[in-house]
């Protein structure tokens, strides 16, 4: 989700690590201060193995923008009916209240809320109980792959504070953020990262084809009788 903000722009500002907070700190009169600054050309997924234990988010489509976000600074939920008009609703608000201080060649990288919504509202079965009817998070840090309006790549990272961050915090931020810059720097290139070796699973548990392919005969034969328009089959892999 991105939704459109109000928020409020400034170059970001050159001189050392205190005047960049200070100035930070001053531009940021709402809820969430979101600094950009370009970063190098590194596999998106190299951020979330700086933050290994971090809730993150990685989108890496072929041949389109890429993302990888580690942690919170703002999280929206909502429960029952209402819960897509009452994200729109907490978004609009969230986004009204950012402070956003980017690069003069990072215009238009903006901040993007991650998450979903349930397909049914209050689900009270396993494994679904574990799940929000609807959540959506504003990541702490965004690495991003996304094109410029003259379509060269630009590459971005991205720390977003809130006022509790800026309190106490204050002038460390800046430091955080160039340690994690280096930490991006001293990876190996884009193509060049090695692959990742996942554990293998012990024990796969699943629904039988069999029962699968009947499901989806009674499924279909529910249609042809037009005892219902659309029924979404869903399938669970559990591994272990």
């Not at 309006?149 to 006022?163: A, H, I, Q, V």
């Amino acid at each position: 989700m991105n939704v459109g903000a109000r928020s409020q722009h400034a170059g970001l500002p050159p001189g050392n690590a205190a005047l960049v907070a200070a100035k930070a700190i001053a531009a940021s009169r709402g809820r969430v201060l979101c600094i950009v600054v370009p970063a190098p050309l590194r596999p998106v997924e190299a951020l979330l193995t700086i933050f290994p234990q971090e809730d993150s988010v990685l989108w890496d489509p072929p041949h389109a923008k890429a993302y990888a976000a580690v942690g919170a600074a703002a999280e929206l939920r909502a429960t029952g009916c209402n819960r897509f008009r009452e994200i729109q609703q907490q978004a609009q608000s969230l986004f009204e209240e950012i402070s956003l201080i980017n690069d003069d060649n990072l215009s238009g990288v903006a901040p993007r809320l991650y998450g979903g919504f349930s397909f049914v509202s209050e689900e009270t079965e396993a494994p679904w109980t574990s799940f929000d009817d609807a959540r959506f998070v504003l990541p702490r840090w965004t690495y991003g792959h996304t094109l410029s309006p003259e379509g060269t790549l630009r590459c971005w990272l991205s720390l977003s504070l809130t006022t509790d961050d800026l309190r106490w915090s204050k002038n460390s931020w800046p430091d955080e953020m160039e340690r994690v810059l280096s930490q991006l720097r001293e990876l190996p290139e884009k193509n060049q990262m090695p692959p990742r070796i996942l554990q293998e699973a012990q024990e796969v548990s699943e629904l039988c084809p069999t029962v699968w392919q009947k499901n989806v005969a009674d499924i279909q034969r529910s249609i042809s009788e037009n005892a219902c328009k659309k029924i979404v089959a869903a399938r669970c892999t559990s591994l272990q």
